[in-house]
């Protein structure tokens, strides 16, 4: 699966609405974009997953750029629960492969 | 979301000894499941592949003959880590997913700490 690159970290205050970035500009056609969060000691939670429209769930929604080498996933209002690192992670599965994790991007909620 | 659990949730043991850890779906039947290992400050680590009647497929470097997997059934894989040493201290979480491809997402347990003295 192709890499992602995130910034290591990022900080908002609470209520106000969150943008983390991801750049993949190797991406396959096959390649889904998925987002993933781990907050601390816990094990990591599924956020949201596109191809190349958005999405929206009631976690977040996920902005797909159109030549889909990068993606946003956008959480409307920001609370403190939200504090997590966040994972972008490209996977189009098809066998024996798990989630590659990268490094992700640690998010700070201000109160 | 589907719903994961692990047991135990921590586990200290004493270098040499066998530990086994649960990984149960609890509202749903998976046919894959993985195995990953996180250590301290650092990101997850897939370390073997699960799917139900088959033998677990190992990353590369990880013992296979070190951490056994047992898929049990549809919704229960053990991970056993035998004759355990301190470098086997870590955060071991499994997941479940109902498809093997990337329009499928997946499901994380809480995760089992593991410390070996």
């Known amino acids: 699966d192709a890499k992602t690159t995130q910034p290591n970290s990022m900080e908002s205050n609470e209520e106000e609405p969150v943008h983390l970035p991801c750049n993949h500009s190797t991406i396959s056609g096959t390649d889904y974009i998925h987002w993933y969060r781990q907050l601390p000691s816990q094990g990591p939670e599924y956020v949201i997953h596109g191809l190349t429209s958005n999405v929206n769930n009631r976690m977040a929604s996920l902005a797909i750029a159109e030549d889909r080498k990068s993606s946003t996933l956008i959480l409307h209002r920001a609370t403190l629960r939200d504090a997590a690192v966040y994972y972008c992670?490209?996977?189009?599965?098809?066998?024996?492969?798990?989630?590659?994790f990268g490094k992700g991007t640690h998010l700070i909620i201000q109160p | 979301g589907a719903v994961v659990s692990q047991h135990p949730s921590w586990v200290i043991c004493k270098s040499g000894t066998s530990v086994k850890i649960e990984c149960r779906s609890l509202?749903?039947?998976?046919?894959?499941m993985f195995w990953y290992r996180q250590f301290p400050k650092q990101s997850l680590m897939l370390m073997a592949t699960?799917?139900?009647?088959?033998?677990?497929?190992?990353e590369q470097g990880v013992e296979k003959d070190k951490f056994l997997i047992n898929h049990a059934s549809l919704t229960l894989s053990t991970l056993t880590v035998t004759s355990a040493h301190p470098e086997d201290s870590s955060f071991y979480i499994c997941?479940?997913?109902?498809?093997?491809?990337?329009?499928?997402?997946?499901?994380f347990g809480p995760g089992t700490r593991l410390t070996v003295t």
């Open positions: 992670i490209l996977y189009s599965g098809g066998g024996a492969d798990g989630l590659t």
């Open positions: 509202d749903f039947q998976a046919t894959t």
């Open positions: 699960s799917n139900e009647g088959s033998k677990a497929t190992y």
């Open positions: 997941s479940w997913t109902s498809g093997r491809w990337g329009s499928y997402e997946q499901y």
